[in-house]
């Protein structure tokens, strides 16, 4: 293998970009096809970053020597007016917000709501659902996570017609900025398709969210909501040593983050389980069969959910084909040495589970779905870092517990009512975006149980 810089292989990147224009992930998994686990450089033109994807690199990056590689340049700084400062930056104002953040998302917290979270859903999917009739699959899907979260964690302080501004334009913003994603060499002062609806879309999502702050920020003045329980609460408080604007943009930068964060990683997994269901039926009746099985007719509740050994591996089969959070890049502050290449320091290293996931040589028939990867005593022989959905290391998602609550719950309550009939013309493949989004316009209809 390569020992510097300058003998470390190339691949070519904008051609295979060129060639799958519409599908730029599959670009990526051609060149981690041709790389074979080695560190090679992208030729994207005047931008040359190292792919990562072999699970001792990635440990290396972003485990063992974490703090020199940061979350900066390609991917991030397109969407740092989304992102801000807080929990999804670096950094010390990354350190404080994990600080505030963390006892949000433990598993013990998480698991005291999941009660609630069941009786949210269950009277979603009686709301949202009308079965018979074609319907847009991710929009149904937003319809429920997005307005579980709110309740779970906002409590009044967003309400329902405020999901309705947030939820169109968290869209936007985690789409309109494709191509920078791909093209970070091209100046930010250059136009680019979707920067207007980027700039739209952060003005939405701001008008929404700084209200509720101010509004939060009066009451704890006034000696209210001492003990509140809900996110906005718990950030003034928090904050409350940060005075005027500075304080007002830090919470609204933790609460945006934290908020896309949890719809977007359930919302978008979640919408690629159905034409799983529909190509794999083999897997579909095994699911059909538990959840009849252990849940019947009942609502589901936490107590169905250890009796749901298969859902659970086929909620980490659908992470490992499709994790949302599909490309992770950072940037090297110091030069360093990963599997024998010298990467320079300001170098980019270009991560993704997306990649490691279908790595032949650590997953037989990566490209398959199968849930049995993941029965009990199966991954006693796998790299603790072939499957990373969730990130690795101190930027490990904080919401990662919330999601594998809330993921059966969704599929389990539709499922025990209803059969999916997938509508489908053509193949089912990820589209650009900032996290792994399956194509527009995906429809389906949900037959009740016993019609199927």
Not at 95 to 119: C, D, G
Not at 241 to 255: H, Q, S, Y
Not at 301 to 326: C, D, I, K, N, Q
Request: aromatic letters at 8%.
């Amino acid at each position: 293998m390569a020992t510097n810089a300058a003998q470390t292989r190339t691949v070519p990147f904008l051609t295979r970009l060129t060639k799958h224009h519409r599908t730029p992930v599959h670009a990526l998994e051609e060149a981690s096809r041709q790389a074979g686990g080695e560190l090679v450089r992208l030729d994207m033109g005047p931008f040359h970053p190292y792919l990562v994807t072999h699970p001792d690199h990635v440990q290396h990056v972003l485990i063992q020597n974490q703090p020199n590689f940061v979350r900066g340049g390609m991917f991030w700084d397109p969407l740092a007016p989304l992102l801000g400062e807080g929990i999804l930056s670096d950094g010390e104002t990354w350190a404080e917000s994990r600080r505030i953040l963390q006892p949000l998302f433990t598993a013990r917290y998480v698991n005291s709501l999941a009660e609630k979270m069941a009786v949210i859903i269950d009277r979603l999917i009686e709301e949202t659902i009308t079965p018979d009739r074609p319907f847009d699959i991710s929009r149904l899907i937003s319809g429920l996570v997005h307005p579980t979260i709110v309740r779970l964690f906002f409590g009044s302080k967003i309400s329902v017609a405020d999901i309705d501004r947030l939820v169109p334009a968290y869209d936007v913003a985690v789409t309109a900025k494709a191509l920078r994603l791909v093209m970070p060499f091209v100046p930010e002062g250059l136009p680019m398709p979707g920067d207007r609806a980027f700039r739209r879309a952060i003005r939405t999502i701001d008008a929404v969210v700084y209200p509720r702050i101010r509004e939060a920020r009066a009451r704890a003045s006034q000696g209210l909501d001492q003990d509140s329980v809900d996110v906005v609460a718990r950030l003034v408080k928090a904050r409350e040593d940060v005075a005027g604007e500075e304080g007002e943009r830090r919470i609204r930068d933790d609460l945006v983050a934290m908020h896309g964060a949890s719809t977007e990683t359930s919302a978008t997994a979640l919408t690629w389980a159905w034409p799983i269901l529909d190509a794999y039926p083999g897997v579909a009746a095994k699911v059909y069969e538990e959840i009849d099985r252990v849940v019947g007719a009942d609502p589901v509740s936490t107590a169905h959910l250890p009796r749901l050994p298969y859902l659970r591996m086929f909620v980490h089969e659908l992470m490992r084909l499709f994790p949302p959070g599909w490309i992770l890049p950072r940037k090297a502050v110091a030069a360093d040495v990963v599997g024998g290449v010298e990467i320079e320091a300001g170098s980019t290293v270009l991560l993704s589970p997306y990649l490691t996931h279908r790595m032949p040589e650590f997953w037989d028939a990566p490209s398959v779905f199968d849930p049995e990867r993941f029965a009990p005593g199966r991954e006693s022989g796998r790299h603790r870092y072939a499957y990373w959905p969730f990130g690795a290391g101190p930027h490990v998602c904080l919401g990662q517990h919330l999601f594998l609550m809330e993921a059966p719950l969704v599929l389990a309550g539709i499922l025990r009512k209803y059969r999916p009939v997938v509508h489908l013309d053509r193949q089912v493949t990820p589209r650009l975006a900032s996290s792994l989004r399956p194509p527009a316009g995906l429809t389906m209809t949900l037959v009740p149980v016993g019609r199927s």
